[in-house]
């Protein structure tokens, strides 16, 4: 599968933006199928870049709104429109939206959508790419129980993606899929034919605090009891901030470390960001679900971490480049908001990190984002589990 990047800053005259776009690819060959993906900042008329790409283009687009955006030698880019195409003629592509969806009619919507994708694929899906909205309110679906209905109908092929993000606001948040928009629904692309994804998962977490927690009573996203303890009770055991409801900027850099135990022995080590509190029932609501029975405790994070932990992935990254004989030219990657936040002034560290390495022909696009869809190993058998993050870097290469 071939690949290319287009970059521009022009979100008002969207004319322009394509022509833009337009001449940075104008010496891409397209190959039989080809697959356009689109992040841009959450001021840009979608309807109207789209009517301006699919004037030139009939392969299908999709994407979604980012806080910002990563790319290959331009790097991070926190305005803009961001453009990759992947083509080729043995690979296949398969994209759709759900309607909008809520918690009582989730499954059945994504379950028709997948069907309908599956059944115009020639052979089997290799993979799931993905984009979603972030959970803001109980009648909305949890990351988590979105990803578990993809896992269950794709029979358990890789899924990666990530949650649409805005400037903080929580609202202006968009997923698309050609001229369909949505917010509360999900975007489903399958990938079938020659590919062979891999997956790289860098959470920056090295330091968590002595004390762990077993979760004793929890639905989807809300802890109640840790132990014997309600959640607010153990928070104020320890120090820790209780004295209001809205809770997320004051622990964005300290994420929880949930840690989920399967049958055959495997464990895996997730983070989760806290959201807020429920002072009269002494609950805590996350970004992301937590099971009950996983074991928590509170990591300790730091710049230098998120940086150089980044670092040590592309490591990995370029080895499998160089060992491929060529098969690897596309990245796509995705990065939580918080780390953005962890950064500080240095926001572009992590691009940084992979920018003056990447291989002239290999293609990057990324975005800081609510959330990562990607696959993780287990601790003992290496049997790879689908799962959403918190608080991660995650890398596909296909």
């Known amino acids: 599968m071939d690949s290319i990047v ?33 992040f841009f900042e959450e001021e840009t008329d ?32 926190n305005l803009g429109i961001s453009f990759m195409i992947m083509s080729g003629d043995d690979c296949f592509f398969s994209v759709g939206i759900t309607d909008d969806f809520n918690i009582n009619d989730y ?28 959970v803001q309110e109980d009648i909305h679906v949890d990351a988590d129980y979105v990803l578990e209905e993809l896992d269950r109908l794709s029979g358990h092929i890789p899924v990666y993606g990530a949650i649409a993000s805005d400037g903080f606001s929580f609202g202006r948040y968009r997923i698309f899929c050609n001229d369909q928009i949505r917010k509360h629904g999900q975007l489903i692309v399958l990938i079938s034919g020659n590919v062979e994804p891999k997956f790289y998962h860098i959470n920056s977490i090295n330091n968590k605090a002595t004390s762990s927690f077993r979760v004793t009573e929890s639905k989807r996203n809300i802890v109640y009891r840790l132990g ?18 809205m809770v997320l900027g004051d622990y ?33 609501g996350f970004l992301g679900s937590i099971p009950e029975d996983a074991v928590m405790s509170v990591a300790i994070i ?8 980044v670092a040590r992935g592309f490591d990995q990254v370029y080895e499998d480049i160089r060992n491929s004989n060529g098969r690897y030219k596309t990245i796509l990657c995705s990065t939580c908001c918080a780390r953005f936040i962890a950064l500080g002034s240095d926001t572009d560290a992590e691009a940084k ?19 990562e869809f990607c696959p993780v190993k287990g601790s003992i058998t290496g049997q790879r589990y689908n799962f959403f993050h918190n608080f991660t870097f995650s890398i596909l290469m296909i």
């Open 228 to 245: 014997q303890d309600t959640f607010v009770d153990m928070l104020r055991k320890q120090d820790m901030n209780v004295d209001k409801n």
């Open 353 to 371: 990190a992979y920018q003056t390495r990447l291989p002239e022909d290999v293609s990057l696009i990324g975005i800081y984002s609510y959330g």
């Open 107 to 134: 499954k059945e919507k994504i379950e028709n959508t997948y069907r309908s994708l599956e059944a115009a694929l020639p052979d089997r899906p290799k993979l799931v790419l993905t984009f979603g909205e972030m």
């Open 6 to 38: 287009a970059y521009t800053e022009e979100i008002d005259d969207l004319e322009q933006a394509a022509s833009e776009i337009f001449d940075q690819v104008k010496n891409f060959k397209l190959h039989k199928n080809s697959l356009g993906i689109l």
């Open 252 to 284: 964005i850099l300290s994420p929880f470390v949930a840690i989920k135990e399967y049958p055959n022995g495997d464990h895996v080590e997730v983070a989760r960001t806290l959201s807020y509190l429920d002072q009269n029932v002494g609950s805590a």
């Open 302 to 309: 730091s710049r230098a971490d998120v940086q150089t932990s």
């Open 46 to 77: 979608y309807p109207e870049l789209y009517r301006q790409l699919s004037a030139k283009w009939d392969f299908p687009i999709v994407g979604c709104t980012a806080m910002a955006m990563l790319l290959g030698r331009e790097g991070f880019r």
